[in-house]
């Protein structure tokens, strides 16, 4: 892999360490995901405000990611080009979890500060406890893009294409299993116990990353290209036109675009699952928040088994064909699930499906970048195609909130995640046939892109 060289049981061990950190990775991922929705609830935020949340962490994602992975790209250290990035990371990202974790508390306090002064007036205490929430989570936001970048691109560096599929999907099973232990044992502590899930998961992640710094190994990198002329003005110019003026690439990015818009739909499960809706909608299944944790656990358990065995086939019939099937299979549950779920049985049956299906995609997600992207880019095309999906981030939760607010239907979400979904089909058949045009199975070679300078070869 470039300059390293692995014996069979160096390969596994680089592997087992990359894949420890699958499960800490996750569950970091999910945390501040599925809880600060729910702790705006609890304060007493509509779904606009909710979904301007979502929209306001793509935000920050989509205009730092690009400058995380253009300077991964060039940096050059004792360390490597991304384990500097990951260590670095380590304090803030775990205060910050602390941090949100005492949100409520934060909230209160700062209130009492307010009042002290004559103005309480003006505030409350859950718009406090809000405005600390939004603000942590900017800044927890930041580093959290530089580690997740960081530890992304290192997957790239050290893991041997030949078997970048089997390791997607180990990769895969373990984050379903991790997803699993959160859902199904964490999820419930969040009422009543919320500083505590975040210390522990604080805790674990900061001790895991930092060992998997010290033990993983990066190999040597050729020098950096020159720098753009012109500043940072013409990096910024640089960088657009490599990126986004290939169709090939734009292809690419754009079927990220709409399989990413599907996920603003699902961060209103928890509402149309449980009791936590809002008043004059739909009915709702009205699980318990446990109940519902149960449920939503026990689906991935399916995606264990369906992880380990795509990894086969995406090694042997390449991740965009195993790409086109989980898309298209994903529109097909989601259909079903708008169709039938009426109870927790329903919705245990039609979920485990669904995220069968989204298994499927995943384990070929993982393994399309580094075999369809320039590996001396591959941060900065990485980083472009985050920003994509980013873009649907920004523009799909508050879109998806005022739509709610006006149909009024949680059920609705699946219908949403389908139409999505079924545009992400469309995008992969598409990039798919480009692939063949350019040398599929036989000879692909990542396209230049337009006005690039040649790369230095590997020593």
């Given amino acids: 892999m470039g300059t390293l060289t692995y014996t069979r049981a160096g390969l596994w061990q680089v592997m087992f360490w990359m894949l420890l950190g699958v499960v800490f990775f996750q569950l970091l991922q999910m945390l501040p995901a599925n809880a600060i929705p729910l702790q705006m609830r ?134 379903a299993l991790a997803s699993l232990a959160f859902n199904r044992w964490s999820l419930p502590w969040l009422d009543g116990h919320t500083f505590e899930v975040y210390a522990v998961t604080g805790v674990l992640y900061a001790v895991v990353f930092a060992v998997i710094v010290w033990r993983v190994k990066e190999g040597e990198y050729p020098p950096p290209p020159p720098k753009a002329p012109g500043g940072w003005q013409g990096a910024v110019k640089t960088y657009l036109r490599e990126c986004f003026t290939h169709r090939f690439y734009l292809n690419y990015f754009v079927a990220t675009f709409f399989n990413w818009a599907s996920l603003a739909p699902m961060g209103y499960l928890v509402f149309f699952a449980t009791s936590a809706g809002q008043p004059g909608y739909a009915e709702t299944l009205g699980l318990s928040l446990d109940e519902f944790g149960k449920v939503k656990g026990w689906t991935f358990l399916v995606q264990i088994p369906v992880f380990l065995v795509v990894g086969h086939f995406v090694d042997r019939f390449h991740p965009i064909r195993v790409a086109v099937l989980g898309m298209a299979l994903e529109t097909i549950t989601y259909l079903l699930c708008y169709w039938y779920t009426t109870d927790a049985s329903s919705l245990l049956l039609w979920l485990t499906l669904n995220q069968a299906a989204i298994a499927v995609y995943l384990g070929a997600y993982m393994a399309l970048g580094p075999r369809l992207l320039p590996r001396s880019r591959y941060g900065q095309f990485n980083a472009a195609n985050t920003v994509f999906g980013i873009s649907s981030l920004i523009l799909g939760p508050l879109l998806v909130g005022m739509l709610l607010a006006a149909i009024r239907d949680y059920r609705y979400i699946y219908l949403m995640c389908a139409v999505c979904t079924a545009l992400a089909t469309i995008a992969n058949w598409t990039l798919f046939r480009q692939w063949r045009q350019l040398g599929g199975d036989a000879g692909f070679t990542p396209p230049e892109p337009p006005g690039a300078p040649p790369q230095p070869s590997s020593p």
């Avoid at 209160?108 to 500060?113: A, S």
């Fill in 42 to 175: 609890w304060a007493g935020a509509g779904d606009t405000l909710i979904g301007f949340k979502s929209s306001l962490s793509s935000l920050v994602t989509f205009l730092w990611n690009p400058v995380v992975g253009s300077v991964s790209d060039r940096h050059r250290g004792p360390l490597g080009r991304r384990r500097p990035f990951i260590l670095w990371t380590i304090p803030p990202v775990f205060l910050g979890l602390l941090a949100l974790g005492a949100s409520e508390p934060a909230g209160e306090f700062i209130y009492r500060l307010i009042a002290a002064c004559g103005l309480g007036t003006m505030v409350t205490a859950a718009g406090c406890t809000l405005t600390w929430l939004l603000v942590v989570m900017v800044v927890f936001l930041l580093f959290n893009a530089v580690y997740t970048q960081a530890y992304g691109c290192l997957v790239a560096d050290v893991i041997p294409p030949d078997v970048i599929g089997k390791f997607s999907g180990f990769y895969r099973a373990l984050g």
